[in-house]
């Protein structure tokens, strides 16, 4: 057994028992324990930089106690810990990352407003924990497109083909060998390419749509190789679309098990920890589980 745990962040809400029952398998399929963790708010007047988390009261945890009763004690499934905070969840949950395979919940929390599509504890935990942070979307979620053109689990990992993402590589690989499922790539490319001629003027390149997609997935495929002889079980199909990268990962999810995108890379002018505008609109939008991977560490 892994002595890393899954941790599913609850509160009660369905986004957030739906998220359990995700994990639940996660640990499953990892042989890993489940660490189940609810994050009590303090008061409105606390002070979120002062006041991070702190013991539980010595009162039982509803909460809690309702996903005892939920996962109840049946053979073969993972060790489960129970562990209550107090504290400002935004804060809390992504410091729980530090030691955890996976950090699991759900859309939104109990008490946001219902028309949002993602929270702020999932969008500070997405973008600040340092394992991997899986989304859970409530069901229902419509997107646009085709299905997938042929049936069985598929994992769907976006790749930036300038600047990809090893770890991101990685993780897509490892998650669609634990499920026994195809991994769909998605590549996107600008198009139409333009470039700017004059303040205010933008025009389009002369380029060759055939070429500038046949350039994007022999590159997707040269960074793939390596994963691919690592993973063989794992059938990896690259796809060199043009356009909107998020769109194609949107419509891509319809189906999927899992949606597999990466966080940010710092940058020199930029080092404060940041999501990109892809991965954002995949989690609000789309229709499977989200992971937003972090980046892999800088070699060297």
């Known amino acids: 057994m892994s002595a890393a745990p899954v941790i599913a962040a609850v509160d009660g809400s369905a986004d957030s028992l739906r998220a359990l029952d995700w994990a639940l398998d996660a640990a499953r399929r990892r042989a890993a324990p489940l660490r189940v963790v609810h994050v009590r708010q303090y008061a409105a007047w606390g002070q979120a930089d002062v006041l991070v988390a702190a013991p539980p009261e010595a009162d039982g945890d509803p909460v809690l106690d ?15 810990e129970y562990v209550a905070l107090e504290g400002v969840p935004g804060a809390v949950l992504p410091e729980l990352g530090g030691d955890a395979q996976l950090l699991v919940l759900g859309s939104r929390g109990r008490g946001g407003f219902a ?20 989304v859970v979307p409530p069901p229902g979620r419509e997107v646009h497109g085709e299905g997938p053109a042929e049936p ?25 060998a634990l499920r026994g499922a195809r991994l769909q790539v998605i590549a996107a490319y600008p198009w139409p390419v333009q470039t700017w001629s004059a303040p205010g003027q933008v025009m389009p390149l002369l380029a060759d749509q055939d070429a500038v997609e046949h350039e994007t997935r022999v590159l997707a495929d040269g960074y793939l190789a390596p994963h691919r002889g690592r993973t063989p079980e794992v059938r990896a199909d690259a796809e060199a679309l043009p356009g909107d990268a998020a769109g194609h990962l949107v419509a891509a999810s319809k189906d999927a098990e899992l949606v597999v995108v ?17 991965t954002q609109a995949v989690l609000l939008h789309a229709a499977a589980p989200v992971a937003v991977v972090p980046p892999a560490p800088p070699e060297g």
């Open 262 to 278: 990466g966080r940010h890379r710092r940058r020199l002018l930029a080092p404060a920890r940041m999501m990109g505008s892809v």
């Open 66 to 80: 309702e996903v005892r009763t939920r996962i109840g004690d049946r053979p073969g499934e993972p060790a489960v």
């Open 152 to 176: 069985g689990p598929r994992v769907v990992v976006g790749l930036h083909a300038d600047s990809p993402d090893e770890g991101v590589l990685a993780f897509a690989f490892a998650e669609a």
């Open 115 to 134: 028309s949002l599509l993602l929270g702020s504890n999932g969008l500070a935990a997405a973008r600040d924990a340092d394992c991997p942070v899986v």
